[in-house]
């Protein structure tokens, strides 16, 4: 299912409507180049899960952990890290489970690692204020309404 969102906030948005539907133990694999919209569409998708801390991209900490009512939401950003090591992808494994949402940035490269029913969303730019957003997998494409346009 493909979507064309014309603004920052209308990612936010998608992403905030895929996380109110997220029941733990999910995880969202984010692709797409630098400015695709992936830390956009993440800071929605703490929205929906009702965490108010402030996303940004975890790029020189790989994984932060923001705390929500129920579940908690793990964000890691691999763009730094092409090669990750073994403890990197242990920790990766433990934090899949029913009390988190996993979200990473840059899924490209621990992609082998992830589990089959992974949610994948990818991130094109069209222009200045338009991404193409594709999100596969899970089911979820219904759960977001298709462009009128
Ligand atoms: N339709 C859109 N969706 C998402 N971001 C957009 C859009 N139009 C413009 N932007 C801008 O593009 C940038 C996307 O940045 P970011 O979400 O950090 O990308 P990424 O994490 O993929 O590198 C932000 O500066 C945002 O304001
Ligand atoms: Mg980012």
Redesign the pocket.
């Known amino acids: 299912m493909k979507i064309v ?4 906030d ?2 936010v948005s998608l992403g905030q409507k895929l996380g109110e539907q997220l029941k733990g133990g999910e995880v969202v694999a ?1 692709y ?10 993440t800071k929605g998708i703490a929205k929906g899960l009702g965490i108010e801390d402030d996303i940004f ?1 975890p790029t020189f900490v790989i994984r932060r952990d923001c705390k929500g009512k129920e579940l908690s939401l793990l964000h890691y950003d691999f763009y730094r890290f092409e090669v990750p090591d073994e403890e990197l992808i242990e920790s990766l494994e433990e934090g899949i489970n029913p009390e988190n949402v996993t979200v990473i ?1 840059w899924a490209e490269r621990v992609e082998k690692y992830l589990p089959e029913n992974t949610i994948k969303v990818v ?1 094109r730019y069209i222009s ?4 193409e957003i594709e999100i596969e997998g899970n089911g979820f494409s219904a759960v977001i309404p298709t462009d009128p346009t």
């Open positions: 969102s014309k603004s920052s209308e990612t984010l797409g180049d630098l400015g695709g919209g992936k830390t956009q569409f991209s940035e991130f200045e204020s338009e991404r």
